[in-house]
Each structure stands twice: as C-alpha cells, then as structure tokens.
C-alpha cells in the first residue's frame, strides 16, 4: 500500500508509534536480570515520579505502579506464569520512563512525559496477553491498564443468494 502524503505544507512526523514500537521490541530482546535489578533499585524513584503524574496522566501513574509491581513479583518468584516477553516489556517501559533525557526530555513543561506515556500504553499493547494472565491470575480488574482490543476488520457480507426455482437442464 502506498504512502499516504503528507498536507500541503505539513511534514510527516519524525517519530511515530512504529518507531517505538520497533524500540521496545529491539530493547526487550537485550534486556538482561542486571537491568530488571536496576529498575527495582530505583523503584522509590520510579514511584515518586508516577505520583507526581497522577493529577496529569493518573493512566501513565497506574501504568508504572503495575509494571513496577510485576516486576518485583517476578524477581521475589512469586510469578513464575508471567512470559518472561511481559516481564521484559515492563522493564523496558519502566527503564525509559525512569530516564529523564529520553526523545522528548522530561523537563519540558507539558510535553515532558508524552513519550512516557506513549512508550507505556505501547508496552502494555505488546504484552497485552501476559499482563492480562496475571490479572487474572491476581484477580485484578484490567480496567485503566489495557485499551479495548481491536476490532478486527471485517468485510460487508453480501446477502446470501436465494435458492433458484429453476431446475438445471439435463443434457
């Protein structure tokens, strides 16, 4: 399918949601246990950050205090059922979060945390099948963690054919 152009005098963004995308999956491939320690180290961060998002973005809040929980449930082995591909997705997530010079830094006031915000609600996409065992396993409501799933697209069906009265010919 061919490239849609951009509006006369508008040009295309230079990041989009694939770019990320292609990101978290290129970073959960390399993510090793040392990093999975090094975002429980800055846990306490990672926490004070989230709750100072709460009034702005109480969804990327929620966001980081889930994946923050399900990482130390893993490394404390007390989910042993999670893929290790959610576990790693989450840490990722939670790694760029914690970065305050990330691709749109932190401290720009009200686009800081776009990115964040967009790196989680992509992460939690992505690990959408694991995220929602362990909510179900946990017996947690996944309302506020994962968007609707997909609709898939569907074709207009056309009305089946009538049977025909006519009998084929014999030849």
Partial sequence: MPKK??????????????DFTAYLNEKCAQ?????LEEVLRQAETIRQRAAEEAAARP???????????????????????????TIAMMGVALLYFADPLDVIP???????????????ELAFGL???GIERYCDWK???TQGLLLPPARPVTRARRPAARPSTVKPRRR
């Fill in 139 to 141: 017996s947690l409501p």
């Fill in 59 to 85: 969804r990327m809040q929620r966001h980081a205090e889930f994946a923050l929980m399900l990482v130390e449930e893993h490394e404390a082995g007390r989910a042993p059922q999670i893929p290790l591909y």
């Fill in 127 to 129: 690990a959408r099948a």
């Fill in 31 to 35: 993510i090793a246990t040392g990093d």
């Fill in 5 to 18: 152009a951009p509006a006369p005098g508008r040009r295309p963004p230079l990041l989009q949601s694939k």
């Fill in 106 to 120: 932190d401290w720009i006031p009200g686009i800081g945390r776009s990115d964040d915000a967009l790196v989680f």
